[in-house]
T-cell receptor
Framework: AQSVTQLGSHVSVSEGALVLLRCNYS??????LFWYVQYPNQGLQLLLK??????LVKGINGFEAEFKKSETSFHLTKPSAHMSDAAEYFC???????????FGQGTRLTINP | DTGVSQDPRHKITKRGQNVTFRCDPI?????LYWYRQTLGQGPEFLTY????????KSRLLSDRFSAERPKGSFSTLEIQRTEQGDSAMYLC?????????????FGPGTRLTVL
């Protein structure tokens, strides 16, 4: 079985500061990992995905994430926060042949002007 | 826009009533998923279809819940005898089976409030 833990249910950063959202996963087989963003009253939009190719993955809106097998982590970063980044972010895990995504509990990102 | 659509976007109902939600996936996608998201939590898997066949159901999907995808296109999720604990956002997603991983595209969700 797979599971995801997102450290920090709320993260607050200043506009222009580094964004770091933490995700640790548990999987008995090689995982596929995803970050989704959710704006208020909307569905989930895929930011980026790791599917066993490059360990540093670049996504939309300037976000990137690095897969670290030794740390079972897939943290999401962005060098410079923008007000429009304020949203809920979800890390999710799947595996080859699995159908469902298993999500973490989410991290709400607030950007301070 | 040819993304995943869901109807209605919001539903308010009284306890004990039946409700039905509809999901239209991206047209060429053969897999369709239902998730439930309660306040402050991540989405939880409910069930999925490949074409018209329902291949997996979560233990979260009690006997009061039923999902169908009769022609392998749109899907409906029905909740009978709603309870206050059913209040949640119901998300639909679709994907195309063309590789080992499973990139799912989500709709905007249906927010259910049971009074």
């Amino acid at each position: 079985a797979q599971s995801v833990t997102q450290l920090g249910s709320h993260v607050s950063v200043s506009e222009g500061a580094l964004v770091l959202l933490r995700c640790n996963y548990s999987s008995s087989v090689p995982p596929y990992l995803f970050w989704y963003v959710q704006y208020p009253n909307q569905g989930l939009q895929l930011l980026l995905k790791y599917t066993s190719a490059a360990t540093l993955v670049k996504g939309i809106n300037g976000f990137e994430a690095e897969f670290k097998k030794s740390e079972t982590s897939f943290h999401l970063t962005k060098p410079s926060a923008h007000m429009s980044d304020a949203a809920e972010y979800f890390c999710a895990v799947s595996t080859r042949g699995a159908q469902k995504l298993v999500f973490g509990q989410g991290t709400r990102l607030t950007i301070n002007p | 826009d040819t993304g995943v659509s869901q109807d209605p976007r919001h539903k308010i109902t009284k306890r004990g009533q039946n409700v039905t939600f509809r999901c239209d996936p991206i047209s060429e996608h053969n897999r369709l998923y239902w998730y439930r998201q309660t306040l402050g939590q991540g989405p939880e898997f409910l069930t999925y279809f490949q074409n018209e066949a329902q291949l997996e159901k979560s233990r979260l999907l009690s006997d009061r819940f039923s999902a169908e995808r009769p022609k392998g296109s749109f899907s409906t999720l029905e909740i009978q005898r709603t309870e206050q604990g059913d209040s949640a956002m119901y998300l639909c997603a679709s994907s195309l089976v063309e590789g080992p991983y499973n990139e799912q595209f989500f709709g905007p969700g249906t927010r259910l409030t049971v009074l």
